[in-house]
């Protein structure tokens, strides 16, 4: 079974360019997750869904992030404008139902913004 | 207080040594404790987990300790082989309220052949 699929891989932008990051989940689960995860720190989450519902966007920056869940499946998170301080890697995870149940990430985007 | 913080920063054991990584945490709602490794330009798995009605688990060659009172828990690894050279993660999680799972810093462990 394929695990969760995060494209692109890398991403390099100027500053106060857009950009945007795609996630599918494992097929079946309900839960999807969005983290940020700076260098040498640990995952920090950004939002999470159940289904099509954003049920805990308490850390997205909404000045300039922005995420969808279309249909409950996959998933975009956008960044406009970009900043410098922006750059790090943008990990996904989903999760069969519930947030108690074990989270399996993605290989996440490298984002770099000059 | 929602942290959790993980010690040492970097570590490097021996081949066959045994690797050991500490967390502390505050928020005695915290009540799911799981290990996550991570290799370069993959993203984060979970090794192994523990709830606080036990003191210890292990799996093959890592155990989780522990201590409930001390509100701190220990990732060992035995015997550890260069194929356990990865960044590992301590994270905590309520299973009440919002759940939201909080990592520790992260230790780079290298194991030298």
């Known amino acids: 079974e394929a695990g969760v699929v995060q494209s692109p891989r890398y991403k390099i932008i100027e500053k106060k360019q857009p950009v945007a990051f795609w996630c599918n989940p494992i097929s079946g689960h309900n839960t999807l997750y969005w983290y940020l995860q700076n260098l040498g720190q640990g995952p920090e989450l950004l939002i999470r869904?159940?289904?099509?519902?954003?049920?805990?966007d308490s850390q997205l920056p909404k000045d300039r992030f922005s995420a969808e869940r279309l249909k409950g499946v996959d998933s975009t998170l956008k960044i406009q404008p970009a900043e410098l301080g922006d750059s790090a890697v943008y990990l996904c995870?989903?999760?069969?139902?519930?947030?108690?149940?074990?989270?399996?990430f993605g290989p996440g985007t490298r984002l770099t913004v000059l | 207080q929602q942290q959790v913080k993980q010690s040492p920063q970097s570590l490097i054991v021996q081949k066959g040594g045994i690797s050991i990584i500490n967390c502390a945490y505050e928020n005695t709602a915290f009540d799911y404790f799981p290990w996550y490794q991570q290799f370069p330009g993959k993203g984060p798995a979970l090794l192994i987990a523990?709830?606080?009605?036990?003191s210890e688990k292990k799996e093959g060659r890592f155990t989780i300790s522990f201590n409930k009172s001390a509100k701190q828990f220990s990732l060992h690894i035995m015997d550890s082989q260069p194929g356990d050279s990865a960044t590992y993660f301590c994270a905590a999680r309520s299973l009440q309220g919002a759940q939201k799972l909080v990592f520790g810093q992260g230790t780079r462990l290298t194991i030298n052949p």
């Open positions: 995870a989903s999760s069969l139902l519930a947030p108690g149940d074990e989270q399996f």
């Open positions: 869904y159940e289904n099509e519902e954003a049920v805990d």
């Open positions: 523990i709830r606080p009605d036990v």
